[in-house]
């Protein structure tokens, strides 16, 4: 990446203070651009959700994994839980979506509440594992909530035979002028569900899959305690990325924790963070991390710069860590303030490898959350920082009231804020179309094919706050 005219700003800069410019271009289609990341976690685009409680569940792992991306489970999980989270994501379908099941004698109620829990919106009715029904919140409308789903659901709904191609899937369904239809094994029982939207994206999305072809999930762990000793349980439990994790990367405690997980010669990529300073970046890659976590402060859900003057605006602490980490032969993830598709495209022309997305996400049907209805009809999910009194209480609940209590006192983060389901974009799966689109359109301007010709090729510029806004779309005339 070069700033544009060559002149190299005198000031750090966020996403919001720089943007690209169009180079000469000889690549013919967005489609051309592989997005596949080098940083060794198997991703097939550059995305991977923050290692929070609020954003990263089973539910989110599996569905961005199916995508090409990476979830980070939670440090906060205990072992044998997470175990049982890598396992369930392991064991789900490459094409097919979990289906959402309930039975013939269930009620509207039971649908009513599962259903928000998947961004299809349909729950398969089943009696002995085969399908007999389909029930949306449509159908549940007006009736009373104790009514049983044999009397709600569609009856007898078109199946798909598991395996078919997802363009036949999609020419079958369209024809029938079917949302979705459930997935069936050879002995009719439901093994999924497919919607059409979700045939589509099976023909432009390649899945994130080990080396035994079932999809990755990574796992955060703390720099306190027996590190090497969860590490290791984590590791035979199938995690895919260890992620070494604490607000303050660049300290004493994070370079003995990543000597600890290195000593156990992981074969997995070990990440770390966050820093924002080559001088980060090189003593924890000395002390054996793959890839630095970038970002102090940016978060939504973050108010470490508020509360303490520290941190360092995004765009720059990318820049300069992804630099040095070049120089020293690894990688970079830039960690928070991404509110758009043009962040992620920027932080990726920076030198990021991928980008961590966090509150963005947690307002989506598949963040880990309950959702809920505002006075105005709207859904929302509650999201907290991890440093947060909320964060701090779950993740001390070992710890005896009055020791919990003294932490509690000191917090950096937001306990509740509500996440708001975009009503056009309500699915994790809807944001990823519209970042990548995004991104790969970015890449077709800069004249790249790959998101590392991207980082050579991208020219930015630094442009006021009034150029910043110049670019908004405008949905109302003036």
Known sequence: MRFLNGMTPDHDLTYSDVFMVPSRSAVGSRLDVDLSTTDGSGATIPIVTANMTAVSGRRMAETVARRGGIAILPQDIPADVVADVIAWVKSRDLVAETALTLGPTDTAGDALSLLPKRAHGAV?????????GVVTEADCQGTDRFAQLRQVMTPDPVTLPAGIPPARAFEALHEGRHRLAPVVDPAGRCVGVMTRTGALRSTLYTPAVDGSGRLRAGVAIGVNGDVAARAKLLLDAGADILVVDTAHGHQEKMISALQAVRGLAPSVPVVAGNVVTAAGVGDLVEAGADVV??????????TTRMMTGVGRPQFSAVLECATQARRLGAQVWADG????????????????????????????????????????????????????????????????????????LFEEGISSARMYLDPERPGVEDLIDMVIAGLRSSCTYAGACSLAEFAERAVVGVQSASGYSEGMPVPVSW
């Open 124 to 132: 398969v009715v089943v009696e002995d594992g085969r399908p007999v």
């Open 293 to 302: 976590k970038v970002g102090v402060g940016p978060g939504a859900m973050c």
């Open 337 to 408: 303030g991404v509110r758009h598709p043009r962040d992620v495209a920027l932080a990726l022309a920076a030198g990021a490898s991928s980008v961590m997305i966090g509150s963005w996400f947690a307002g989506t049907y598949e963040s880990p959350g309950d959702t809920f209805r505002a006075p105005d009809g709207r859904l929302y999910k509650e999201s907290f920082g991890m440093a947060s009194a909320r964060a701090v209480r779950l993740r001390s609940a070992s710890d005896s009231p009055f020791e919990r209590a003294r932490k509690e």
